[in-house]
């Protein structure tokens, strides 16, 4: 087979995407489930560290041990049948809503994750808004359906009235929530009865019943789920892969990731129904074809991951081409070479070397000193992705060195800090760079500051906050008139030299609007608050 043939099959294997939940929904759960059905650990606890479980995915941070949540993105790449899957971490908290974004620009899929006794809630909304934004086709998992939960009809209703999903069940449970005996298949009426495991500390026993048993063995939840079934016949709840991949339905299974039941069902669905890699659209909206030479969007980097290199590690989703270790690229931003000596795959706490990966797949670079979320980087043939954009911060703080002796260390803190979009670092004439006014969506990214300024760059910080909530996006003509107001203050964004107007509040924001009607004051996209 030829070279670019051979990319071509390979993406087709691949199936990358990312879970999107509110916190506690379960997604580090499913996350173990999956890898654990698909045999890549023994035993649920190796990939994420909570209270109590085994193993630590990303130890660098004490905060995030404390506060038990995951910061650190952790990529699983598993083989499941003949395919292989990229499962992409997205942080648990809305504060890192930013860093969710970035990582949804480089998955092909996402699972939307609910709580059987909550169903929607506000992170899954705002996380879904995202995938709906960026096209990204959406299936649901309604987990934890072994404890008393809400009707799976009702449920399916709050879907399709809140968000707009039209829900095309794939499974369905047999036994309300907390009585679970297990799933149907819709398309084929056949009863997967799981056998309870402990905890879900392994892989639960799945024995599959052709109807008629069924009906023998669980005559009144057979009868009751049979029921709900012809109703969604009746109201046309069937499956169309169009309407899935154009975002407007989303196929719906039912489980419990911690006893493993409808886990091995739902990665089944990511290899039928989930797309593989697509000719990724660049900046000019072409479309770069798969089989060309390698291209590669950086969605996140990371530093300080493991203590005992201070090394800063970039995420590139491969979006075209072959990757092999040790080939040189050019960095679009700057058309430097970049050479990929150092390619790592990051699971859990291992990382391994990567000697060649296929479109859909994760590569980790080190020494990526000079890339940014967003870059891309090339072989061959130019080509640049869009910019993944900013969100309106919301929280405002002017950092100061607490220590005046190390200024330097500040600023190259600070400057790093920027450059992986840890924080938005904005400045001014009237500031000047000694104290940066620093820029989050959320004020967790502001202890992420303080804790790795003291620690990894030995120049801890004050931040002392501003009163600012509301930010727009204006021009040259809008900062000069906007000097002389109160209450408001332009600011330039280091990253990318945007001049962000922040104003005290949305009604000060309304006065000056009616005021000057034609400043330019443009809405960034929103991250933590506004819905
Ligand atoms: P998250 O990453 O989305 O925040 O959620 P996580 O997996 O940590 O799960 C949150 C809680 O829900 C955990 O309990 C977990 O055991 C539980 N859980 C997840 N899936 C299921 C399920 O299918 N059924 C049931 N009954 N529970 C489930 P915890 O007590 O908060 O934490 P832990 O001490 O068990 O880790």
């Not at 809008?478 to 107001?485: C, F, N, W």
Request: aromatic fraction near 6%; proline fraction near 6%; charge should be negative.
């Amino acid at each position: 087979m030829d070279q670019l043939s051979r990319v071509s099959n390979e993406a087709q294997r691949r199936r990358t995407f990312a879970v999107i939940s509110h916190p506690d929904a379960g997604k580090s759960t499913l996350t173990e489930a999956l890898a654990l059905h698909a045999e890549v650990i023994d035993e649920a606890g190796a990939v994420h560290g909570k209270a109590g479980r085994r193993g630590v995915t990303s130890d660098w941070m004490e905060m995030e041990r404390k506060r038990g949540i995951s910061i650190t993105s952790a990529v699983l790449q598993f083989a499941y049948r003949d395919h292989v899957i990229n499962l992409l971490d997205t942080p648990g908290h809305g504060d890192f809503s930013e860093d969710t974004y970035r990582v949804l620009a480089a998955v092909d899929a996402a699972v939307m994750l609910l709580d059987a006794a909550k169903g929607l809630e506000p992170q899954t909304l705002k996380l879904f808004d995202v995938c709906r934004t960026r096209g990204i086709p959406v299936l649901t998992f309604v987990n934890k359906w072994d404890r008393p939960g809400r009707e799976a009809l009702e449920l399916l209703d709050e879907v399709e009235q809140t968000i707009g999903l039209r829900p095309m069940p794939v499974t369905w449970p047999v036994g309300r929530a907390g009585e679970l005996r297990g799933l149907v298949e819709i398309g084929t009426g056949q009863f997967a009865r799981y056998s309870r495991t402990a905890g879900g500390a392994t892989r639960g026993d799945v024995e599959v019943l052709d109807p008629e048993q069924a009906a023998e063995q669980e005559p009144e939840h057979w009868v009751a789920a049979q029921e709900e079934i012809a109703l969604l016949r009746e109201i046309g709840a069937g499956y169309d892969e169009k309407e899935f991949l154009a975002g407007i339905a989303t196929p719906v299974l039912f489980g419990a990731a911690l006893s493993g039941v409808g886990v091995g069902r739902l990665l089944d669905a990511l290899v039928e129904l989930a797309p593989a890699p697509e000719p990724r659209l660049d900046a000019e909206g072409e479309p770069r074809p798969l089989d060309t030479p390698l291209s590669g969007l950086v969605f996140k980097v990371q530093a300080g991951m493991d203590r005992s290199h201070r090394d800063r590690m970039a995420f590139v989703r491969i979006c075209s081409g072959r990757f092999e270790r040790g080939m040189v690229l050019t960095h679009a931003a700057t058309k430097r070479p970049f050479a990929t000596k150092y390619a790592q795959a990051v699971f859990g706490q291992q990382r391994t070397t990567v000697e060649e990966a296929f479109p859909g797949d994760i590569v980790g670079l080190v020494n990526a000193g000079a890339l940014r979320p967003g870059d891309t980087l090339y072989e061959a043939a130019p080509v640049e992705f869009p910019a993944i954009p900013s969100f309106a911060p919301e929280h405002f703080s002017v950092a100061r060195g607490a220590d005046a002796g190390r200024f330097k260390q500040f600023r190259r803190g600070i400057d790093q800090l920027d450059s992986e979009g840890v924080i938005q670092v904005l400045r001014s004439d009237l500031r000047g760079d000694q104290s940066p006014v620093l820029a989050a969506v959320g004020p967790l990214q502001f202890e992420v500051v303080s804790s790795r300024m003291a620690d990894e760059f030995g120049a801890p910080v004050t931040l002392e906050p501003l009163s600012y909530s509301v930010t727009r996006r204006t021009d040259a003509e809008g900062a000069e008139l906007l000097a002389r107001q109160a209450e408001v203050e332009v600011l330039e964004r280091r990253a990318d030299g945007a001049l962000l107007a922040v104003f005290v509040n949305k009604w000060r924001l309304e006065t000056i609007r009616r005021k000057f009607p034609d400043l330019t004051l443009d809405p960034l996209p929103a991250g933590s608050t506004d819905r």
